[in-house]
Structure formats: structure tokens, C-alpha cells
């Protein structure tokens, strides 16, 4: 929420492209950096889903197949000089109906889109999901997404460069009501085996530098140039 009041601390990165749930739609002007490209998408201009490319040399679309079904898994063909790859961004969200809130969102969107998916497609963003949550009652849970994945090579690079399991997370990306003691892992990176033999780091922004800026921490993942 109010992207436009903490942009510039997450600017100080120089992300290549980001991803921001629960933004608004924003004017860039007053930023410290304006993105090269940048797609929103929401039911109002208070709350939706922000993707921007801040490098010139990467062209960012929403694919043609894009399905309002899954209005928050959102398809986006990214361009990179003559490369071109699929990044579904994702805000999966409370529908009020516990068979179809969260994961299931993202669960029906992959097997919608997963005929497009290959060894360079990334999926990222707030999932509102982790395997502690697993014994709810619904169409699926955090599990049934990771193995169907993990079936077709797309794996969480948290997980696979720390070789730590899912539920067993040692850093958090969310803190509920901003309270230290309400820490959770909810906020995912995956990726094909491209970008995972690619990976250089990936980072947990820490409760005392985000806290005052979100109950999110960020989670940045760099990669090595080919």
C-alpha cells in the first residue's frame, strides 16, 4: 500500500524489473527513478498488482493469453534484447470462500498457463500461502503448487540455493499487523533451471529496515549476466 511514499527506498536497489502487490496506480514523476516500462493492473486505483522494468533494454507486455479468471496472476512477456521469457506476476487474494481463496488462485492459474512454461519462466510474487497451511480444506494447497512445478523443472530459488524446505524457511516476508511476533513466509520466487544455474544471491529484506515502510519484506534475487 502507498507504493508512492517508499519507492524510492527500494530504488536504491536499481532492480531490474519489480514486482509490488498492493500498489496503487501512481504517477512516477515525483520518484527518484521512473520505470523504463510499467503495467498495472485492480478493481480500483487504491489496490492492485505493479510490474516495472527500470531497464531500458527490457520490454515488459502483458501475453496474449491473459485470462481474468486469475486477474492476479498476471502473464508478462519480457523481452531482453532478441530473448524473450514468460513471468507470471501473482497477488493471490481472500476471496471469501475458503475453497477458492489464495493458493487455489495460483493453483488453477498454472495449469491454465503451464503449457507456456519452460526452463527460463519465473513466477514471483505475495502467494499468501506455506505448507503449515496445507491441512485447510480446499481444491489445493501450497504442496500440490510446488510439485506441479517442480514436475515441469520450476522450483522456489529461496529454497533451492539454501536447500531448505517449504515450511521450514529461516527468514520471513511477512509480519502480520507489524508485529515481530507474528512472522510468516508467504512471498516466493520460482524459476526454471535457467535463471536457478544463474542465481548469484537471493535476499530477505530484515524486519528492522523494512517494518517502517511495510509488513512485507522485500525478497531480491540477482543474477549473473550471460
Known amino acids: 500500500m502507498a507504493f508512492r511514499k517508499k519507492a524510492d527506498k527500494i530504488l536504491k536497489y536499481n532492480p531490474d524489473i519489480l514486482v509490488v502487490p498492493e500498489s496503487e496506480k501512481i504517477d512516477f514523476e515525483s520518484h527518484l527513478k521512473s520505470p523504463h516500462q510499467s503495467i498495472w493492473i485492480g478493481k480500483n486505483v487504491n489496490k492492485g498488482l505493479l510490474v516495472c522494468s527500470y531497464n531500458k533494454e527490457l520490454k515488459i507486455s502483458i501475453n496474449k493469453t491473459y485470462n481474468e479468471d486469475y486477474k492476479y496472476v498476471l502473464p508478462i512477456d519480457v523481452e531482453f534484447n532478441e530473448d524473450k521469457f514468460l513471468m507470471l506476476a501473482v497477488w493471490t487474494q481472500d476471496t471469501k470462500n475458503p475453497y477458492s481463496s489464495y493458493i487455489v488462485q495460483l ?96 535476499s530477505v529484506g530484515s524486519y528492522e529496515d523494512w517494518i517502517d515502510y511495510s509488513d512485507h519484506m522485500p525478497l531480491i534475487v540477482n543474477f549473473q549476466s550471460s
Do not use: C
Open 107 to 202: 493453483y488453477r492459474a498454472i495449469n491454465y498457463y503451464k503449457d507456456l512454461f519452460d526452463k527460463k519462466t519465473l513466477i514471483l510474487g505475495d502467494l499468501n500461502s506455506n505448507v503449515i497451511w496445507d491441512h485447510y480444506k480446499k481444491e489445493a494447497n501450497h504442496t500440490d503448487v510446488v510439485n506441479i512445478l517442480d514436475n515441469v523443472g520450476i522450483e522456489s530459488i529461496y529454497h533451492k540455493t539454501r536447500n531448505i524446505e517449504q515450511g521450514k524457511e529461516a527468514d520471513n516476508t511477512l509480519y502480520m499487523f507489524r508485529k515481530k511476533n507474528k512472522p510468516y513466509h508467504i512471498d516466493y520466487i520460482f524459476a526454471g533451471k535457467y535463471w536457478l544455474d544463474r542465481v548469484n544471491n537471493i
